[in-house]
């Protein structure tokens, strides 16, 4: 390896220290980010790349990247109403793939829409008040298709800071005019549109925002954002992906707790979150920009369209959400969120931004957190370590994500699991500052704990026993297995 290329140990460095890394021979210089990920491995440090073995419900096993097997209550995986398991979805998709094979076997722009797809477009279009909606095969692919579609190099973009990255990199796509405003500040973004348009009146500006930023769970002042847009002669789009389906009355998110149903420019969001599928879309008014769309956003363009189940599974969630079982799993899910930030404070686990399906846990050093992340999967529980670059250097957090379906029997185990791994891993850090034990001998020192009462330990999980039924009462595996 290169001397000039970065090193580290196994609570040092980021992924950002890899992004730019120096030397001639393409493939030969990214075994620098391997040697820090294996040092990682090593150590029980590396906490990306999982999957479980029979799907993301509320308890699952799962194996980590190396293929170490773990049983836990799973608050890692986004299903926020609890619809991946949902009797009538499941019963959606197998009659649509009977029915119509399970391949859309083009674009949009070329005989890759099926009547499914075509009939998506318009129930979304209703359900958010616009006249019409493109379909994209991913969120991503919706997020970076409307701005690299829409914007050209001569255009700007001004754009919350903390914006998702198929924002941010579909912004870097479309043109170098791109002016990042703090977070949640429109005071920022009114300076930047003003400087813009101080000297150029003839080109234009897209303002680009999400609608509940899933690393803080907060939310912006939508309906001034608009009006500052307008003030300006600039766009505004909103990313509705998170709380889209699973917040508000009638689960039309922050856009109808703000009373802008309708109103907002371009709105664009995911099926991945709430509605039990991939996929993505974006809302505007007049078909103008729809067929716009499909011919310049290469996303919509030049990838497949969604598969006529995805379509039909993702109008199956529509339906859910917009009638009484979508309001009584909202409130389910609503009381879930509660009670874990609740407990979590109770236990000294400080929580960021408001109540959302997204339960962010304060950590704040990446050592303290890595440490913690290390011993979860002994103690039976999955849940996502987020570390800098995507949040800042120092607040690392966990990102928990919670079920309708979660029990509260999920909800005490995770607290219970969590708090003790994050005692333990205080105690970790304290024993390694002060050179009583080290990363090699740790384990040895300070064995991983077992959650109480149960024989799972990683790498020695039975998973011969059949899971019980999604038909049956509660239609969640993870539920039926917490009782």
């Not at 079982?325 to 874990?340: P, Q, S, V």
């Not at 034990?437 to 039975?462: K, Y």
Request: hydrophobic share 40%.
């Amino acid at each position: 390896m290169n001397e000039t290329q970065p090193r580290f140990d196994a609570l040092g460095g980021s992924m950002r220290d890899f992004r730019y890394l120096p030397g001639a021979d393409l493939l030969a210089r990214v075994g620098a980010f391997y040697e820090w990920q294996q040092t990682r491995r090593a150590a029980g440090l590396w906490p990306l790349g999982r999957s479980t073995e029979q799907g993301a419900f509320s308890r699952c096993s799962a194996r980590t990247d190396e293929g170490e097997l773990f049983n836990g209550v799973n608050f890692a995986s986004q299903d926020y109403l609890s619809l991946n398991s949902h009797p009538a979805i499941l019963e959606t998709a197998i009659e649509t793939m009977r029915e119509y094979g399970v391949h859309s076997a083009g674009s949009p722009a070329l005989v890759g829409n099926t009547s499914l797809s075509l009939a998506l477009e318009d129930k979304i279009a209703a359900f958010l008040g616009y006249d019409h909606v493109a379909l994209f095969p991913t969120g991503w692919a919706a997020g970076f298709g409307a701005i690299k579609g829409l914007v050209r190099p001569h255009d700007y973009i001004v754009m919350d800071a903390l914006s998702h990255a198929c924002l941010q990199e579909g912004a870097q796509a479309a043109t170098r005019n791109i002016h990042l405003f703090r977070h949640n500040q429109i005071e920022g973004a009114r300076e930047k549109l003003a400087k813009i348009r101080s000297t150029d009146t003839e080109n234009g500006i897209l303002v680009v925002v999400e609608s509940l930023y899933s690393m803080d769970s907060d939310t912006p002042d939508i309906r001034a954002l608009q009006e500052l847009a307008h003030e300006y002669g600039a766009t505004l789009l909103v990313d509705v992906a998170h709380d889209l389906g699973n917040l508000g009355p009638t689960g039309r998110g922050f856009l109808e707790i703000q009373d802008m149903i309708g109103k907002v420019d371009v709105v664009m969001g995911s099926f991945s979150k709430t509605f039990a599928s991939n996929g993505g879309f974006v809302a505007a008014r007049g078909r103008s920009v729809k067929e716009y769309m499909r011919y310049f956003s290469s996303p919509n363009t030049f990838s497949n369209a969604l598969s006529p189940a995805s379509a039909a599974i993702v109008g199956k969630a529509f339906d859910i959400v917009d009638c009484p079982e979508g309001a009584e799993l909202r409130a389910e899910l609503m009381g879930n969120i509660k009670l874990l930030r609740s407990m979590l404070g109770e236990c000294g686990l400080e929580t960021y931004g408001d109540p959302s399906a997204i339960v962010c846990v304060k950590m704040g050093t990446e050592a303290l957190a890595r440490l913690a992340s290390r011993r979860l999967p002994s103690m039976g529980m999955l849940a996502n370590l987020v570390e800098f670059p995507a949040v800042p250097k120092g607040q690392a957090r966990f990102r928990l994500q919670v079920m309708a379906k979660h029990s509260q029997r999920d909800i005490l185990d995770a607290v219970y699991r969590l708090s003790t791994a994050v005692a333990d891993a205080r105690r970790d850090v304290e024993a390694l500052e002060s050179g009583q034990a080290t990363l090699e001998t740790i384990d040895t020192d300070r064995p991983l704990r077992r959650p109480e009462g149960e024989a799972a330990t990683i790498s020695s999980v039975d998973t011969s026993a059949a899971s019980p039924s999604p038909h049956a009462a509660g239609w969640d595996r993870g539920t039926s297995a917490a009782a």
